[in-house]
């Protein structure tokens, strides 16, 4: 395996292998930061590299260039949650943090929305999640 998917550990290991010092992950993590290095999905569908997807690709640009701009809409959803409790908070090293929320934390928005190159044309907000029923209405 080659240094650009290995993990922090993994690291922190090689460079005490080679150079005799230990690091942490987090000095890793810092280091990596400064050299501007961040993580990004190595991996893809082997199925891509196969002719047969290749022309389907190739087939689906060539229909979508074919389309008016004007007649795109996109549609995406998004949820939020009312309670707004706050998971994590701050402490001194080596103290504990204890804190209480009501175990419903609030109630469930969705949100959808449908945009155009005229701007944001459609939204609707909704109580819950949304389903295949609800996207459709």
Known sequence: ??????????????????????????????????????????LYAKEQETPRIKKRRFEYRDWVLKIDPHDLVFIDESGINLGM?????????????DDSCPRNRGSHISLIGA???????????????????????
């Open 1 to 42: 395996m080659n240094n650009s998917r290995a993990l922090l550990r993994e690291l922190c290991e090689r460079w005490e292998a080679r150079k005799g010092i230990k690091v942490s992950i987090s000095t890793m993590h810092r280091r990596l930061e400064k050299l501007k290095l961040t993580t990004k999905k190595t």
């Open 85 to 97: 409790t706050r998971l994590r908070g701050r402490a001194v090293r080596g103290e504990r943090l």
């Open 115 to 137: 945009l155009s190159l005229d701007g944001l044309i459609a939204t609707m907000s909704l109580p819950g999640s949304v389903n295949t029923e609800v996207f459709f209405t």
